[in-house]
């Protein structure tokens, strides 16, 4: 089993579709989804979480590829510049994952990619627009 | 009981002899040591904050045209400023906003860019945008200037803060909305979904002077990254409010005016701010030493933020409607720690004010003294202290 966690960004005439669907019955993935955006007539965003044989996942993968879908890692998507931050803790509630966290010894905010879902509860919460979707 | 005097500190801090400390190193040379010894062997006590302070712009006087402009409306970057002054004197308030903003009218406003970016633009060095219009008048004929500024070609730009480095605020919750509020205390969620604070707490100036024994007006600072002086006391400066045992204020209190030359400050000290859904400020840094002329000095210096409380207060509908209630008590330790209790409920902490930055510009005063670059002041007036 291995867990990928992707921005899946549909252009419009896929967004009808039931891909996930797809992925589920024809690949027998497991799919966690995190933050979903569509927009009919323009374009679909997906953040998932997919799990499954490394085999499956590949070929669902490729599913995905065949049909335009863009695949972007997730770690990419939100962007923290630690030059703009101040440090002063306004986006740590906000943050569900802890994926922005704070030592509380050194008050130190820091950002661990690794737990980002891209929820993006904490851009607006930024007052020095420290943190940015990257798309 | 006395210990020493200004003119003793600073001829220590001339020989480079002076000890200096942070507000936080103070608690435990205190505890360690006891009162007496602490206020015999320690010069000075620094504090620091940075945080949102809203009530602050910068005087601004630029090298007029020719011919002249007896300039009436000024924007910079876009942004209005207050020109009913002498011909090129304008006055920049930092959460003035662009006339074309959408301001809320797509809610929550992003509120990008605003009087307080300017500041730190300005700061920074960057070109600015000027625009004046006028009437024209024999001595001023000219009606409209386009032109740009930078911070080495204006004669004079000194940040003048009415209200500044607030002893003390509240704690802000959403209790009754079922959306998220959007306030100048940050995002608060529903149900008391989070709970904002704003104060450095045991490094915040005027919590290590409660009284007002030794900041006053003519106190020189470290404000923005240069140095400043307290003008007056700040508006809504309010000494009236509870205090606990040990003379420290349990709710927003004192307040500071404060100027400085913004030709020598740094924009790592002066930031933009954009709130969401509230609109734009600047953040500043400020750091007051406090002379130990007393053993009562130095005992209100070694305040904790277990010590140091403040009130639970409702943003959604408390606040805005003047209501005057408190949800409970809280100190700034459990603040810091990252959960506070409230109706028996675990609700995570966020703050306004960094305790990070806080806590470097104490240490960056420290050194500044050490170095025999920044003595002290003593003010030729108190302020009310309520007394």
Request: proline letters at 5%.
């Amino acid at each position: 089993m291995i867990k990928k966690r992707v921005v899946l960004t549909f252009p419009h005439e896929i967004v009808s579709q039931p891909v996930v669907y797809h992925l589920v019955k024809d690949y027998n993935l497991m799919i966690n989804i995190l933050r979903a955006r569509v927009t009919p007539q323009e374009q679909g965003r997906l953040v998932v979480e997919i799990s499954g044989r490394k085999k499956e996942l590949e070929t669902g993968m490729n599913y995905l590829a065949e049909l335009n879908i863009d695949i972007q890692p997730l770690a990419q998507d939100i962007k923290w510049h630690e030059s703009k931050c101040v440090h002063c803790t306004a986006c740590i509630p906000h943050c569900p994952t802890n994926a922005i966290f704070l030592n509380r010894d050194t008050m130190k905010v820091s950002f661990d990619k690794q737990k980002c879902i891209a929820c993006e509860l904490c851009i607006p919460a930024c007052p020095y627009q420290a943190i940015e979707i990257v798309i | 009981m006395k210990v020493k005097t200004y003119e003793e500190i600073n001829e220590r801090i001339r020989k480079g002899e002076a000890v200096v400390v942070t507000a936080e190193e103070i608690i435990d040379i205190v505890e360690e040591k006891g009162i007496k010894k602490a206020a015999k062997e320690v010069d000075v006590v620094t504090t620091g904050t940075f945080a949102p302070m809203c009530s602050s712009g910068a005087f601004i006087n630029f090298k007029n045209s020719k011919p002249k402009i007896k300039a009436q409306k000024v924007w910079l970057n876009g942004i209005n400023t207050y020109a009913g002054l002498a011909a090129a004197d304008i006055y920049l308030g930092v959460t003035e906003l662009p006339d074309e903003d959408l301001l809320n009218k797509v809610f929550p406003g992003n509120f990008k860019y605003g009087g307080g970016h300017v500041i730190e633009d300005l700061v920074a060095g960057k070109h600015i945008k000027l625009k004046a219009i006028s009437y024209g008048t024999d001595c001023y004929p000219k009606k409209e200037i386009e032109t740009v500024i930078d911070i080495k070609s204006v004669n004079q730009a000194i940040l003048t803060n009415p209200r500044n480095a607030y002893q003390n605020y509240n704690v802000a919750i959403n209790k009754y909305s079922d959306r998220n509020i959007y306030t100048y205390m940050g995002i608060l969620k529903p149900n008391i979904g989070n709970a904002n604070y704003c104060s450095a707490g045991q490094l915040s100036p005027l919590l290590n002077d409660p009284f007002y024994k030794t900041i006053g007006i003519g106190t020189r600072i470290f404000l923005g990254g240069g140095e400043g002086y307290v003008y007056w006391e700040g508006t809504q400066h309010n000494p009236y409010v509870k205090r606990g045992p040990n003379g420290v204020v349990r709710a927003p209190a004192g307040t500071i005016a404060v100027v400085g030359d913004l030709k020598g400050m740094s924009p790592e000290w002066l930031k933009g701010t954009s709130i969401t859904g509230y609109g734009v400020t600047l953040t500043i840094g400020i750091g007051i030493p406090i002379p130990i002329l007393s053993e009562d000095i130095v005992k209100y210096t070694a305040v904790k933020d277990e010590d140091i409380y403040t009130q639970i207060v409702d943003y959604s509908k408390d606040y805005p409607n003047g209501v005057n209630k408190s949800y409970g008590e809280v100190n700034y330790k459990q603040l810091r720690d990252g959960y506070i209790e409230i109706e028996g409920k675990q609700v995570p902490t966020g703050a306004l004010s960094s305790y990070k930055k806080a806590r470097e510009i104490a240490e960056i005063l420290k050194r500044r003294i050490k170095k025999g670059r920044f003595e002290l002041t003593k003010p030729v007036k108190s302020l009310s202290s309520g007394e």
